[in-house]
């Protein structure tokens, strides 16, 4: 067996030799075999060296993702990459550096694309389920080693894909919504899951509503909360799935939302919406709009 080669352009080459992980159409000079879709490639510069191996969509304006530096193929066979080996290491990886975060947490993004070396893979943890994402055609076609990966190393009760956006259809692919394991979830399964942060507890409905998120690595630090009281310079705002602010809370934080780091200290507003209390008063027993 042998991948087909692709001959990128100087300055796209010297991109990906400082560790840029994409190659767009237009940067390629030649394919010495048109691949397939999601297909593993050999990456080379104008001068023939390898810089690595991407997987290709020749169909969309993103051609190249880089999946694979060129040690990869030392450690491989007939100088080819062992895929499960690296994908296995690329995701041992991005879970040995979570744990050594200590995260007061058991919610938390394990993998997140490029940042991981994984781009279009997106893996968050809710409690004992995870919930996948794979957004490009090279994900989906190495859908069955990840998932091989998250049961045998993680044992997780439940993992659930949600697979949606304009970024996939971009790739030719529909979106998806199902369980990949157990593919028959129990009842219980189907339930609102609950989380811990530090002292307090949420509940997040992993597939249903709007697409599962909580909190960012990088925003915890800068907040400090407990039963009782909110205190912090960050506010940060999520949904979870379908109740949305009063007008009040709404017009108390600026800017795109609900997204984005809030500056601005949180206004108490009296209700929120179907009679739930407004989270200025931190009553979060079972909360569907949180604050941070």
């Known amino acids: 067996m042998s991948l087909s080669k692709v001959s990128i352009q100087g300055r796209a080459a010297q991109s990906v030799r400082q560790g840029y992980p994409w190659v767009f159409s237009n940067q390629i000079q030649s394919w010495d075999l048109r691949p397939q879709t999601g297909e593993l490639v050999e990456v080379l510069d104008p001068k023939a060296h390898t810089l690595g191996f991407a997987y290709a969509n020749p169909h969309t304006t993103l051609a190249l993702r880089m999946l694979y530096s060129p040690a990869a193929a030392q450690r491989g066979t007939n100088g080819l990459p062992d895929e499960r080996v690296e994908l296995f290491r690329k995701l041992d990886r991005a879970w040995s550096r979570r744990q050594t ?60 894909e949600r697979s949606e956006g304009i970024g996939r259809s971009r790739e030719g692919l529909l979106p998806v919504r199902q369980w990949l394991y157990p593919q028959h979830p129990e009842p219980e399964l189907l339930e609102p899951v609950a989380i811990q942060e530090g002292a307090l507890r949420f509940w997040v409905d992993v597939g249903g509503g709007r697409k599962p998120v909580f909190i960012w690595i990088s925003a915890r630090p800068a907040v400090t909360c407990r039963p009782g009281s909110f205190r912090g310079r960050f506010w940060i705002v999520f949904l979870i799935p379908e109740v949305s602010p009063c007008r009040p809370c709404w017009r108390a934080l600026p800017g795109p939302w609900p997204w984005t780091a809030r500056r601005t200290p949180w206004k108490p507003c009296g209700a929120m919406p179907n009679s739930m209390a407004c989270p200025a008063e931190c009553k979060l027993s079972a909360p569907k709009f949180l604050i941070f």
């Open 101 to 160: 975060l200590a995260l007061p947490t058991n919610a938390y993004r394990l993998v997140w694309s490029e940042a991981d070396g994984l781009p279009g893979l997106v893996c968050d943890r809710f409690g004992d389920r995870w919930v996948v994402q794979c957004l490009t055609a090279g994900m989906e076609a190495r859908k069955p080693l990840i998932l091989e990966w998250l049961v045998s190393h993680l044992k997780p009760r439940g993992i659930f």
